[in-house]
C-alpha cells in the first residue's frame, strides 16, 4: 500500500474571467495523490484536463481551493513538477542538447552535462544529442520532452496527452517508456489521456471526469498486476466499464 499523501487537492474551483463573461472550468475538486502513484484522468474535451493540470503545474495561480505537494501550498511552478504537453514545445533553434541545458536550472558544469547524458539515455536518444527538432520524428521528439522535463528530477510529473499526437505504434512503445521511467525513478505520474486502454494500461487509479464544469464522476481502482495485458479478460471489463461512464458523460 501506498502511505503519504503527495499532491492534495481540496475544494478546487476554477473560473476563467473574460471581459464580458465568465467560465466555470472546475467546480469543487478534491483529490488525493500518493507518492509514487500512476494517476490517469479521462474526461470529455473541454471539461478541464488541462486546466486541473496547469494549476497542479503552478501555471495557472487564479483559483479557489487549495493545492498543496507533501505539507506545502503550491505558489508557482517548481523544479519538483516536471510537465509535459501533447505538443514537444522544444525550441526548433536549439539542438536537443541546448533544449536539456536550457530547461537545466541548477548545477555544475559536469553535474549538468551528466544530467543531461543520463536522461538522455533514459529516452534512448542520446545519439541524437546534436540534432535539432526539426530533424526528429514525432515519437522522438516528445521522448525529448519527456526527458526534458525529467531533467531536473521532479517529484512529480504531469503528462497532458502527450501521446496524443502520435502514430499507434510509436504509442504503444511510448506508454512502456513511460511506465519504465516511472518504476526507476519513482515519480508520481499525473497523466490525462483520451485513451480509455490507455489509462487501464498504465494507471494504478483512473478518474473520470464530468463535462464543465468539470467534477471527478467517478474513480476506478486498477490493481492489475504489471506488465498489463490488454486481451486479459479483467483488463477488457474495466475497460469497459470506464467506457460506459465515459459515454454517459459524453452523451
Ligand atoms: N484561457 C482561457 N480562457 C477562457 N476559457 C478557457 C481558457 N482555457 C480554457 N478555457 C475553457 O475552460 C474549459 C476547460 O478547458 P481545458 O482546456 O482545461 O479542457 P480539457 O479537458 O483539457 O479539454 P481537451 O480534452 O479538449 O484538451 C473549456 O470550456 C475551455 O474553453
Ligand atoms: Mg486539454
Known amino acids: 500500500m501506498r502511505d503519504s499523501n503527495h499532491v492534495t487537492i481540496h475544494n478546487l474551483t476554477k473560473i476563467y474571467k473574460k471581459q464580458n463573461s465568465e467560465v466555470l472550468a472546475l467546480n469543487g475538486i478534491s483529490l488525493n495523490v500518493s507518492r509514487n502513484e500512476f494517476l490517469c484522468i479521462v474526461g470529455a474535451s473541454g471539461c478541464g ?10 501555471l495557472d495561480r487564479e483559483y479557489s481551493g487549495t493545492v498543496s505537494i507533501g505539507k506545502t501550498k503550491i505558489t508557482g511552478p517548481g523544479l519538483d513538477r516536471g510537465i509535459v504537453f501533447q505538443e514537444h514545445r522544444l525550441l526548433p533553434w536549439l539542438t536537443v542538447w541546448e533544449n ?6 541548477k548545477g555544475s558544469k559536469e553535474e549538468k ?7 538522455l539515455k533514459l529516452v534512448g536518444l542520446e545519439r541524437f544529442k546534436n540534432a535539432y527538432p526539426g530533424q526528429l520524428s514525432g515519437g522522438m521528439s516528445q521522448r525529448v520532452a519527456i526527458a ?16 496524443g499526437a ?6 504503444l512503445k511510448l506508454q512502456q ?19 480509455i486502454e490507455e489509462a487501464v494500461y498504465m494507471g494504478d487509479r483512473v478518474i473520470v471526469m464530468s463535462e464543465r464544469p468539470g467534477t471527478i464522476k ?10 498489463r495485458n490488454r486481451s486479459d479478460t479483467v483488463f477488457q471489463q474495466i475497460r469497459k466499464e470506464i467506457y460506459q461512464e465515459f459515454r454517459q458523460v459524453e452523451v
Open 49 to 58: 484536463k488541462s486546466t486541473l493540470l496547469r494549476i497542479i503545474g503552478g
Open 113 to 119: 552535462n551528466k544530467l543531461i547524458i543520463d536522461h
Open 166 to 171: 502520435l502514430d499507434a505504434l510509436t504509442r
Open 177 to 195: 517508456e513511460v511506465l519504465d521511467i516511472w518504476e526507476q525513478e519513482k515519480t508520481t505520474m499525473i497523466m490525462v489521456t483520451h485513451d
Open 148 to 163: 526534458r522535463a525529467l531533467v531536473n528530477r521532479p517529484e512529480i510529473l504531469l503528462l497532458d496527452e502527450p501521446f
Open 100 to 105: 536539456m541545458e536550457f530547461a537545466l536550472q
Open 218 to 227: 467517478k474513480e476506478f481502482t486498477i490493481d492489475l498486476p504489471r506488465p
